[in-house]
């Protein structure tokens, strides 16, 4: 998704989890959602977890949109002049927010968030030995 932004490329993705942290912006089109139980063994140590479980009629309207938007583009040369897929300044931002050293600078300040924090972490996320390699 970070790659397509940088490209210029839309994205619509459910509006849940690591990519909202990321997802925004003018081609960025979050999908509405509900928080349903992962299904038992969908993945390991993810009983008792939820996911967001888009909405798929938002999710084709926002599909439509972009379509829409594109063909018009492709139509009128006046409206490609307001795409923000082509936009520099647009492209711009999600290049900054996606370079190596933005991306390292994020890494190291949350590393060192965490670093503060080892002892009661470490508390936190000792495993037990009945719960099969999973957190409890």
Sequence with gaps: MAEALQLGVDVIAT?????TDFCSGPL???V???EVPIPR???PCADGHVWGEPDLEHAAELMQQ???RRLAMAADPEVTAVDPSRDSEVLA???ERFALAAAGARYRARLEELWG???ELGERLKWRADSRGCPP
């Design 117 to 119: 924090q080892r002892q």
């Design 28 to 30: 960025a089109h979050p």
């Design 66 to 68: 972009v379509a829409a």
């Design 93 to 95: 931002v999600y290049r």
């Design 32 to 34: 509405r959602c509900r």
């Design 41 to 43: 063994g969908a993945y």
């Design 15 to 19: 509006e849940y989890g690591g990519n």
